[in-house]
């Protein structure tokens, strides 16, 4: 099991103790300092059944004063969240070839 975690974030942190406390192993990547690049992004997302747009964090100042009316491809969207990796939704977690986002922490209990 991997985590896409942010450890400033209290729901990643909520989304990490709730693994740890099931005592499953996981491997925790801080993607603010280990920027997931393009093909780890797409596998994210066909893993979670999502568009790139569904994974943006739209209440980031950045997202309102750049982004808030863009109409970009899903490639054009991967490559924001590259340069903007605090722009991308978090905790992302991914066992096999399933994914959730921790947005409720309690979504992570589906792959436990």
Known sequence: MKIYHNPRC????ETLKLINDAGAEVEIIE???D?????????ILMKLN??????????????????KNSNFNDDEWIKVMI????????????KGNTGVLGRPPENVLDLI
Do not use: H, N, Q, T
């Open 50 to 67: 999502l568009s790139p747009k569904d994974i943006i964090r739209k209440g980031e100042a950045v997202y309102k004063e750049k982004f």
């Open 35 to 43: 920027i997931p690049d393009v093909a780890e992004l797409k596998m």
């Open 10 to 13: 209290s729901k990643s942190r």
């Open 83 to 94: 340069e903007y990796p605090k722009l991308i939704e978090r905790p992302i977690v991914i």
């Open 31 to 33: 993607y603010l300092k």
